[in-house]
Nanobody
Framework: QVHLVESGGGLVQPGGSLRLSCAASGTIFRVYYMGWYRQAPGKQRELVAG???????NYVDSVKGRFTISRDNAKMTVYLQMNSLEPEDTAVYYC???????????????WGQGTQVTVSS
């Protein structure tokens, strides 16, 4: 089995920073694309940032210049450094990864359980 476990969410004031982490664990052969999504109340889930195994990154326009995605392939972990947080960033943040599990011949998509980020004074 494969699991994605997130950590690092919480309550922060506007202008503050948080760092999210997501570690993949289990019977894994290889981890490919990893990303962070978020879903605010009453809104659709959206891609915030993604990173390939070759460290190519992409971001939604609203977080460019404020958020940075990175990964540690040896630890099978992806990070999201969030600076200059705004109330509009309040959402549940989900980790996503494309992984080939041991014994499998295909890539499957996996999701973390989500971590709440609240930006409020």
């Amino acid at each position: 089995q494969v699991h994605l476990v997130e950590s690092g969410g919480g309550l922060v004031q506007p202008g503050g920073s948080l760092r999210l982490s997501c570690a993949a664990s289990g019977t894994i052969f290889r981890v490919y694309y990893m990303g962070w999504y978020r879903q605010a109340p009453g809104k659709q889930r959206e891609l915030v940032a993604g990173i390939t195994s070759g460290d190519n990154t992409n971001y939604v326009d609203s977080v460019k210049g404020r958020f940075t995605i990175s990964r540690d392939n040896a630890k099978m972990t992806v990070y999201l450094q969030m600076n200059s947080l705004e109330p509009e960033d309040t959402a549940v943040y989900y980790c996503n990864a494309n992984i080939i599990a041991l014994g499998s011949a295909r890539r499957d998509e996996y999701w973390g359980q989500g971590t709440q980020v609240t930006v409020s004074s």
